[in-house]
């Protein structure tokens, strides 16, 4: 159903900035997991304010790491929504597929109104033609 598009050089090019910013983001994620879970290990009573100070530090990585993760989905998004042009295409012709058909079936409505109304017409020029109060 859905045949592999060839795409510009720059739209190439971008696809694999975002691949590659993804595999940063996830790996990203992944180091700052990993020291989370080195710094909870506590062994004595001194490590106690330095694994907290690196807790934080650890969670405000994260967080940016997330971030990071999100503007890349909202860009995936964006050049989505902005090159994806065989569905905006096909988009446009289904919608002028159907003003076609509802002009035609408009157009059929009219010339059966004008039909009627000028065999009324007809019919009522001969009835007052044919009447003695003209």
């Given at each position: 159903?859905?045949?592999?598009?060839?795409?510009?050089?720059?739209?190439?090019?971008?696809?694999?900035?975002?691949?590659?910013?993804?595999?940063?983001?996830?790996?990203?994620?992944?180091?700052?997991?990993?020291?989370?879970?080195?710094?909870?290990?506590?062994?004595?009573?001194?490590?106690?304010?330095?694994?907290?100070?690196?807790?934080?530090?650890?969670?405000?990585?994260?967080?940016?790491?997330?971030?990071?993760?999100?503007?890349?989905?909202?860009?995936?998004?964006?050049?989505?929504?902005?090159?994806?042009?065989?569905?905006?295409?096909?988009?446009?012709?289904?919608?002028?597929?159907?003003?076609?058909?509802?002009?035609?079936?408009?157009?059929?409505?009219?010339?059966?109104?004008?039909?009627e109304i000028?065999?009324?017409?007809?019919?009522?020029?001969?009835?007052?033609?044919?009447?003695?109060?003209?």
């Amino acid at each position: 159903m859905s045949q592999p598009r060839v795409l510009p050089q720059s739209k190439e090019t971008l696809l694999q900035s975002y691949n590659k910013r993804l595999k940063d983001d996830v790996k990203s994620i992944m180091d700052n997991f990993t020291e989370i879970i080195k710094t909870v290990k506590i062994e004595d009573e001194t490590q106690v304010s330095r694994a907290t100070q690196g807790e934080q530090d650890n969670y405000e990585m994260h967080v940016r790491a997330g971030e990071s993760l999100m503007k890349l989905v909202s860009d995936l998004k964006q050049f989505l929504i902005l090159n994806d042009f065989p569905s905006v295409n096909e988009a446009i012709n289904q919608r002028n597929q159907q003003l076609r058909s509802l002009q035609d079936e408009c157009d059929k409505k009219l010339i059966a109104l004008r039909d009627e109304i000028s065999i009324d017409l007809y019919e009522l020029e001969e009835e007052y033609y044919s009447s003695r109060y003209k």
